[in-house]
């Protein structure tokens, strides 16, 4: 498949998990592509790695501004990176709540602002920014992060709105519980972990975690020109969490 032949694409938090399946994924369907992450370690041709921390205004006007360079300019703009956190409203001080808005969602802000002169002068411009079920259902122990991921929800319906006019799309994801570095590394610190997993696995009504190519291949139908009447749209990949109420097994 090629759809994407032709067209040049930014992916943020592209070095690992859900970002680096999306930016294999567009560079196998004939996107040239480049990834912005802290740590680029790993990420080989045909990808192209540049560093940037996303609470640093001037490290992501630089690297957005190479990228674009290296690219020959930018149609797709996947906004993926991001933190998690875990806990009630008491369990955070104010530092944690800030840095982790700064990450999640300031973060979307400041390479959106410096990816969207590039934007303009594409013709199937599209942003993607990843979410979470989060956004949309009451987690247990997600204050915060439930918290950052509603603003991301709003900020994409507010973006789509903005940006319509100017032939730019805006749509996110919202994965449930997706097997990624960031969950192994909270399952790993469970006190059990394996009933941990389960756990996860269990609420969610296909009886297992999402997979980081699953909400790969969510985005990339979204950012691809063949979902050119899609936009302001949130589409879930969680196993059946948002719409889903399943009765026990055996009644």
């Not at 709105?161 to 790993?188: Q, S």
Request: proline letters at 4%; one cysteine or more.
């Amino acid at each position: 498949m090629s759809d994407f032949e032709g067209l040049r694409a930014l992916v943020t938090g592209g070095a690992s998990g859900i970002g680096r399946a999306t930016a294999d994924l567009l560079a196998a369907r004939g996107a040239r592509v480049a990834v912005l992450d802290r740590d680029t370690t790993g990420v080989d041709r045909p990808l192209i790695a540049h560093r940037a921390d996303v609470t640093d205004d001037a490290s992501v006007r630089a690297a957005v501004e190479r990228a674009a360079e290296d690219l020959g300019g930018l149609d797709v703009l996947v906004n993926n990176a991001g933190i998690g956190a875990q806990g009630t409203v008491e369990d955070n001080d104010d530092t944690e709540w800030q840095r982790v808005f700064d990450v999640n969602v300031l973060g979307m802000v400041r390479t959106t602002r410096a990816a969207l002169p590039h934007l303009r002068r594409s013709d199937r411009a599209a942003i993607v920014n990843t979410c979470s079920i989060a956004a949309t259902a009451g987690l247990p122990r997600r204050a915060l992060y439930s918290a950052t991921k509603g603003a991301v929800y709003s900020l994409t319906l507010a973006m789509a709105a903005d940006h319509v006019r100017e032939g730019i799309r805006v749509n996110c994801v919202n994965p449930g519980t997706a097997d990624t570095p960031w969950i192994g590394r909270l399952l790993d610190a469970a006190p059990d972990p394996a009933a941990e997993r389960a756990a996860l696995q269990a609420r969610q009504p296909t009886g297992r975690l999402v997979t980081a190519a699953e909400v790969a291949g969510a985005i990339a139908y979204l950012a691809s020109p063949l979902s050119g009447a899609t936009t302001g749209t949130a589409l879930a990949v969680d196993g059946g969490m948002q719409g889903l109420r399943l009765r026990p097994v055996g009644q």
